[in-house]
Nanobody
Framework: QVQLVESGGGSVQAGGSLKLSCAVSGTRVTSVYMGWFRQVSGKAREEVASMSRRGAREYAGFVQGRFTIARDLAKNELYLQMADLKPEDTATYFC???????????????YGQGTQVTVSS
């Protein structure tokens, strides 16, 4: 059973930084397609960043170079380093994993419970 546990959310002012972590159990970070989604209450969940099994990274257009997705193979963890945060980045952020070849078409197979990020102006 794959389990994803996020941590590192919090409240920051605009322009600040946060680092989200995702502890992975039940699989290896190199065995699944992984990434981060976010969701604002009342809106659809949207993809933020992803990393393939080989480590190839992709980012949503709104990231604009502000976020970096990374992983630690020894710790079996996934990270999202966020900088220059904006109020519109306020959302619940979810770690995601998918064992299917090529990753998720739209929604991931597994999600964590989420961690709240609040950015004030």
């Amino acid at each position: 059973q794959v389990q994803l546990v996020e941590s590192g959310g919090g409240s920051v002012q605009a322009g600040g930084s946060l680092k989200l972590s995702c502890a992975v159990s039940g699989t290896r970070v190199t065995s699944v397609y992984m990434g981060w989604f976010r969701q604002v209450s009342g809106k659809a969940r949207e993809e933020v960043a992803s990393m393939s099994r080989r480590g190839a990274r992709e980012y949503a257009g709104f990231v604009q170079g502000r976020f970096t997705i990374a992983r630690d193979l020894a710790k079996n963890e996934l990270y999202l380093q966020m900088a220059d945060l904006k109020p519109e980045d306020t959302a619940t952020y979810f770690c995601a994993a998918d064992p299917r070849p090529g990753g998720w078409p739209t929604d991931a197979y597994y999600y964590g419970q989420g961690t709240q990020v609040t950015v004030s102006s």
